[in-house]
């Protein structure tokens, strides 16, 4: 049995066709360039970002709208039924800050992306406070995809991965439903052979 001469023993074997699952699945309805920081030297990294879905923006509206119609809903009640009308102080501050959270989310939506690498996958989010997390293949216990309501009415869910260290895990969320089964499955078959290398 002949070794390859260009990869040094010891050193991972990269991702295989038979371990990327459905690679075009991960790029199918998502947004068009990922959003970075001024200073993008500093995160070029080997690989291909993958980006969220748009509708991943619509859910979250949705929901944050509802959560702001409740919000005000429960001050009126309470303001016109108890005499309580102090309660439309803090119900304004929970619908300016929701609103504002509504104007940047787009912005925020675009900075989401991730990354397969030969040993890790590399999560990042944020402008401002940007967070990049690398997860090793080899030390994920769970991947799980999560769904809500109104995530289900618009195809979109959340993937979560767990490893040992409660720190590490990821969610990657506003994944269509086909990237997110996708990765899913990419992510357990190379986490299975990457498992079996320790």
Not at 185 to 195: F, K, S, W
Request: charged residues 15%; glycine residues 6%; without cysteine.
């Amino acid at each position: 049995m002949t070794q390859n001469p260009e990869i040094e023993p010891g050193t991972p074997a990269p991702l295989s066709s038979t371990e990327v699952t459905d690679l075009a699945a991960l790029d199918q309805g998502t947004y068009s360039q990922l959003r970075t920081v001024r200073n993008e030297a500093r995160l070029e990294l080997d690989g291909t970002w993958h980006q969220i879905s748009p509708r991943y923006v619509v859910s979250q509206v949705l929901q944050n709208l509802i959560f702001v119609a409740f919000v005000l809903a429960a001050a009126l009640v309470l303001a016109l039924v108890l005499d309580q009308t102090w309660v439309w102080i803090p119900a304004g501050v929970i619908v300016l800050i929701t609103l504002i959270t509504l104007v940047i989310l787009p912005r925020q939506a675009k900075a989401i992306g991730y990354m397969l690498r030969d040993d890790d996958i590399v999560f990042r989010k944020g402008i401002l406070w940007q967070r990049m997390i690398a997860v090793p293949y080899g030390r994920m216990q769970l991947v799980d995809i999560t769904q809500g309501p109104l995530d289900r009415a618009f195809g979109v869910s959340q993937l979560k991965m767990v490893t040992a260290a409660a720190t590490t895990g990821v969610q990657i969320p506003g994944l269509a439903q086909a990237a997110a089964e996708a990765l899913r499955d990419t992510l357990i078959a190379v986490a299975e052979t990457r498992r079996t290398g320790l």
